[in-house]
C-alpha cells in the first residue's frame, strides 16, 4: 500500500458535491486525510502537494453502498473482504454497508468487530456492518441490538429472509429504535415465492420456469410498513422490484410512516427478457420483472418515491454459477460495473443529470444510515471518486477485481471510468488501476 499523503491536490476538475449543491469546476485540496479547501486554490496550496490533472475530469464523493455481500468469514471463493473492497474501490466506491447472511452470520457484537477488524486489514474501502436481525437469521430471538451498534453496526437486517413472524419484527423494531437504526428488510414471503427462480409471467410460462409473483414482495412491504408505522421504528426495503412495492412506498410516506428503499442497477435496467439463454448471470433475488415494473422503478426513484441506488453486489463461484438454472444461486456481481451502466443507460440517454445520479449512489444513502461519507465537505473524508464521464469501455468478467464473474453486463459497451480514487486522502486507485 502507499503511504497516505499529506498534501494532494486535484486541479481543474468539475466538482460534483450533491451534499452541498456544488457543481462546478475548481481545485479539490486534501490534506492530512481530509477535505482542505473547494474551489479556486490559493498560490501556495500546490507546495509539496502531489498534483493531479482534474480537466476533463468529474471530481465526486465516493459512491456509498448500502447493500454489499463480502461473503466473508464462510465463503471466501466467491469474495473476502480484501477482494470485495477491493472490488468496491476500482468501482468508484469508499464506503459500503456489508450484509451479515455470513456463515456464521454477523450476529453478535464480537463478530461485527471482527468485520471491521478484516476491512482495517484490507485497507481498502471503508466497511460498516450491518448486524443481523435474529440470531442466526432464524427469526427466532432479537440479537443484541445495543451491544451490536456499540461495536459499529449501522443498521439491522436478515438480508434473504424477511423476518417471518409479524410480532418479531414489531419487537425487532421496539428495540431498533433504542439503538436508532434502521431495520433493513428483504422483503419476501416465501409461502407466495416458493421454489421460483425468476419473475412470474409471460416469459417464465414460455420457459417452463417456476414463477415469483410480485406479491410475494408486497404484501411483504405492506405488512411491514404497517408495522413500522405503529411502533415508531425506522423501515429500510432492500431492493426494490415491483410497482407495487412503489405505489406502497408512496402510500407510506404520505401516512407518514419512516419508511425510504432502494433498488439496484439491474433492477432499474434489465428485464426478464435476458432470461431466456437461461444464463445464470441473470438469476437473481428478487428477480429480474417485465418492462412495465423496469419503467416503475425508473419512475419512483426520479420522483423520489425510491431513495436511492445499492448494488446487492453478491458474488458466486464460476463453478456455482454454471450449474443449471433452477440449482444455480441467486445473485449478480455489480459493484464494478454499476457506475459505468447507470451513467449509459439514464445519463447519456437523458432520463437524469450526472449530478442526480451522483447523489443517488453517494450523498443520499450515506445520510439515510447517517454515515459520515458522501460529500466534499471541508473537513469531511477525504473519499473521492475521479470519473471520465465520455470513456469507454468493454465489461470483461475476466478484468473484474471481484471473485465473483458472475456480471449480467458482460460484453456491454458502456461509457463512464472511474480513474482515481481516494480513502481518507489515500489514493487507492489511480491511472484506471487500484494499488
Same mark, same amino acid.
Given at each position: ?12 476538475? =468539475?466538482?460534483?458535491?450533491?451534499? &452541498? ?10 490534506? &492530512? ?23 476533463? $475530469?468529474?471530481?465526486?464523493? *465516493? ?7 463480502? =461473503? ?12 470485495? /473492497?477491493?472490488?468496491?474501490? &476500482? ?42 436481525? /435474529? ?16 461495536? *459499529? ?15 418479531? #419484527? ?8 433504542? +439503538?436508532? $437504526?434502521?431495520?433493513?428488510? %428483504? ?12 419473475? =412470474?409471467?409471460?416469459?417464465? &410460462? ?24 405503529? /411502533? @415508531? ?11 407495487? +412495492? ?17 433498488? +439496484?442497477? %439491474? %433492477? ?5 427478457? @435476458? ?40 458474488? %458466486? ?24 451502466? #447507470? ?31 458522501? +460529500? ?17 469501455? #468493454? ?28 480513502? *481518507? *486522502? ?10
Amino acid at each position: 500500500m502507499p503511504d497516505q499523503r499529506q498534501r494532494l491536490l486535484i486541479r481543474g476538475a =468539475r466538482i460534483v458535491d450533491p451534499a &452541498n449543491s456544488v457543481d462546478g469546476v475548481g481545485d479539490l485540496l486534501v490534506e &492530512n486525510g481530509v477535505v482542505a479547501a473547494v474551489g479556486k486554490a490559493s498560490a501556495d496550496a500546490s507546495d509539496g502537494a502531489e498534483i493531479i490533472d482534474g480537466k476533463g $475530469l468529474v471530481a465526486a464523493p *465516493g459512491f456509498v453502498d448500502l447493500h454489499t455481500h463480502l =461473503r466473508e468469514p464462510g465463503s471466501a471463493g466467491s469474495e473476502t473482504v480484501l477482494s470485495g /473492497t477491493r472490488a468496491a474501490v &476500482n468501482g468508484g466506491y469508499t464506503s459500503v454497508c456489508a450484509m451479515p447472511n455470513t456463515d456464521p452470520p454477523i450476529d453478535s457484537p464480537e463478530r461485527v468487530a471482527y468485520q471491521k477488524l478484516l476491512a482495517e486489514r484490507a485497507g481498502y474501502a471503508r466497511v460498516f456492518p450491518i448486524a443481523a436481525i /435474529t440470531v442466526g437469521r432464524a427469526g427466532e430471538a432479537l440479537v443484541e441490538m445495543s451491544s451490536c451498534a456499540a461495536e *459499529g453496526a449501522v443498521a439491522f437486517s436478515d438480508d434473504g429472509l424477511s423476518v417471518p413472524a409479524a410480532k418479531m #419484527l414489531s419487537t425487532a423494531f421496539t428495540y431498533a429504535r433504542v +439503538t436508532g $437504526l434502521a431495520i433493513i428488510e %428483504h422483503c419476501e414471503d416465501a409461502t407466495l415465492s416458493g421454489s421460483g427462480v425468476v419473475h =412470474r409471467g409471460v416469459i417464465s &410460462n414460455a420457459l417452463g420456469l417456476a414463477g415469483i409473483p410480485p406479491s410475494a414482495e408486497d404484501v411483504i412491504v405492506v405488512r411491514d410498513a404497517i408495522i413500522a408505522r405503529e /411502533t @415508531g421504528g425506522r423501515l429500510h426495503v432492500a431492493h426494490v422490484s415491483t410497482a407495487g +412495492t412503489v405505489e406502497i412506498l408512496k402510500w407510506a410516506k404520505g401516512a407518514g410512516v419512516s419508511i425510504t428503499a432502494e433498488v +439496484t442497477p %439491474h %433492477h432499474l435496467v434489465l428485464d426478464d427478457s @435476458g432470461i431466456g439463454s437461461f444464463h445464470t448471470s441473470f438469476k437473481v433475488k428478487p428477480p429480474l420483472r417485465s418492462r412495465e415494473h423496469v419503467e416503475a422503478l425508473r419512475a419512483g426513484l426520479l420522483d423520489g418515491t425510491i431513495d436511492c441506488i445499492a448494488t446487492d453486489h453478491a458474488p %458466486h463461484r464460476v463453478e456455482d454459477k454454471e450449474l443449471e438454472f433452477d440449482y444455480a444461486p441467486f445473485g449478480v456481481t455489480a459493484i464494478e460495473t454499476a457506475f459505468a451502466v #447507470l451513467n449509459t443507460e439514464l445519463v447519456v440517454t437523458g432520463l437524469m443529470t450526472l449530478p442526480k445520479l451522483i447523489d443517488l449512489m453517494a450523498a443520499r444513502p450515506a445520510r439515510l444510515l447517517n454515515l459520515p461519507v458522501g +460529500t466534499l465537505s471541508v473537513g469531511a473524508p477525504a473519499d473521492i471518486a475521479l470519473i471520465d464521464p465520455d470513456a469507454e469501455w #468493454l465489461v470483461d468478467g475476466d478484468e473484474l477485481l471481484s471473485a465473483g464473474k458472475n456480471c449480467p453486463f458482460e460484453g456491454w459497451k458502456v461509457r463512464g471510468s472511474i480513474t482515481h480514487v481516494l480513502v *481518507g *486522502g489515500k489514493l487507492r486507485k489511480q491511472d484506471g488501476c487500484v494499488a
